[in-house]
């Protein structure tokens, strides 16, 4: 059933959002050169991208093969020549790993994926203990349905908060906060609640707030170092998968030992907790200089 909610997932997702045929953003300006739009977007924090107008950038697929070609030709490499190519500069390292936002990212993005992979492994067996004679493709199943249109919300939020003229740090913060606060204060019901339905409504809220990270912190390394993104962004998907192997044996080891659930629930808030107050306090989405 799970594979079947993906399927029509990315169903939907073609039909409504693929097939409109959106420009990129990052074509929005040649366009306005070639193609009358009317506006030529809207410029985002201290970088110069733009959102491109979304009542004048639905094109047919004549108008778009035509951007395109003009783009290709634009961009061509017969065009470039010695002096005017400027490779990007390297990535400064060493200014890298003295900023503090740089491991305020890392740390965030580390304590959300602990909550993630802690739920995502061991869910089932917290049903199956508490709730014995509950159905397991409910609650294996029903938590996991609200992340997608979560993870489609906080990108609408985070979108218009920008357009409206909020920092993209303040964005940041805020989306990480849903994240990190909302999931650890839900986790932290776990701990008392005695009621199926209500245990299976905070697991289900717990991951909503998890969706949110998509809008959060996972897009920073993109805010700190635009033209490194990528690099940023694989030291943090390498740092975020840790708690995938040490934070579920862990886990397991508590369990063992104490028996107890609410002690992994506590232990898991509490590094959500830290993340938080970390991120809170040093990140920032402004670009490394």
């Given at each position: 059933?799970?594979?079947?909610?993906?399927?029509?997932?990315?169903?939907?997702?073609?039909?409504?959002?693929?097939?409109?045929?959106?420009?990129?953003?990052?074509?929005?300006?040649?366009?306005?050169?070639?193609?009358?739009?009317?506006?030529?977007?809207?410029?985002?924090?201290?970088?110069?991208?733009?959102?491109?107008?979304?009542?004048?950038?639905?094109?047919?697929?004549?108008?778009?093969?035509?951007?395109?070609?003009?783009?290709?030709?634009?961009?061509?490499?017969?065009?470039?020549?010695?002096?005017?190519?400027?490779?990007?500069?390297?990535?400064?390292?060493?200014?890298?790993?003295?900023?503090?936002?740089?491991?305020?990212?890392?740390?965030?993005?580390?304590?959300?994926?602990?909550?993630?992979?802690?739920?995502?492994?061991?869910?089932?067996?917290?049903?199956?203990?508490?709730?014995?004679?509950?159905?397991?493709?409910?609650?294996?199943?029903?938590?996991?349905?609200?992340?997608?249109?979560?993870?489609?919300?906080?990108?609408?939020?985070?979108?218009?908060?920008?357009?409206?003229?909020?920092?993209?740090?303040?964005?940041?913060?805020?989306?990480?906060?849903?994240?990190?606060?909302?999931?650890?204060?839900?986790?932290?019901?776990?701990?008392?609640?005695?009621?199926?339905?209500?245990?299976?409504?905070?697991?289900?809220?717990?991951?909503?707030?998890?969706?949110?990270?998509?809008?959060?912190?996972?897009?920073?390394?993109?805010?700190?170092?635009?033209?490194?993104?990528?690099?940023?962004?694989?030291?943090?998907?390498?740092?975020?998968?840790?708690?995938?192997?040490?934070?579920?044996?862990?886990?397991?080891?508590?369990?063992?030992?104490?028996?107890?659930?609410s002690t992994v629930f506590l232990l898991t808030a509490l590094v959500s907790l830290v993340g938080w107050l970390v991120y809170t306090r040093y990140g920032?989405?402004?670009?490394?200089?």
């Open positions: 059933m799970i594979g079947c909610a993906f399927g029509l997932w990315a169903l939907a997702t073609y039909t409504f959002m693929v097939r409109g045929r959106r420009i990129p953003c990052n074509l929005v300006p040649l366009l306005d050169r070639f193609v009358t739009t009317g506006s030529k977007g809207i410029p985002l924090g201290n970088n110069h991208s733009f959102i491109p107008d979304p009542e004048n950038t639905l094109l047919d697929d004549k108008k778009v093969i035509e951007v395109h070609d003009i783009f290709i030709k634009q961009s061509s490499p017969a065009r470039l020549t010695a002096s005017s190519y400027k490779p990007p500069r390297p990535l400064a390292w060493d200014l890298l790993l003295r900023h503090p936002p740089f491991w305020a990212m890392l740390l965030a993005n580390f304590a959300h994926n602990n909550s993630f992979y802690i739920i995502l492994n061991w869910c089932p067996s917290y049903f199956h203990d508490n709730y014995p004679d509950a159905r397991s493709w409910v609650f294996n199943m029903v938590p996991w349905l609200i992340i997608f249109p979560c993870v489609l919300l906080s990108g609408l939020i985070a979108d218009h908060w920008i357009v409206q003229g909020v920092s993209v740090t303040l964005v940041r913060k805020t989306i990480n906060s849903v994240v990190l606060l909302g999931s650890a204060l839900f986790l932290l019901l776990l701990c008392v609640l005695d009621n199926y339905y209500a245990a299976l409504t905070c697991m289900a809220l717990a991951l909503a707030c998890l969706g949110f990270h998509s809008s959060g912190v996972l897009l920073n390394p993109q805010d700190i170092a635009p033209t490194h993104s990528g690099q940023l962004y694989g030291v943090m998907a390498t740092v975020g998968t840790l708690p995938g192997f040490t934070g579920v044996y862990f886990t397991g080891y508590l369990l063992e030992a104490t028996h107890q659930w920032s989405s402004d670009p490394l200089k």
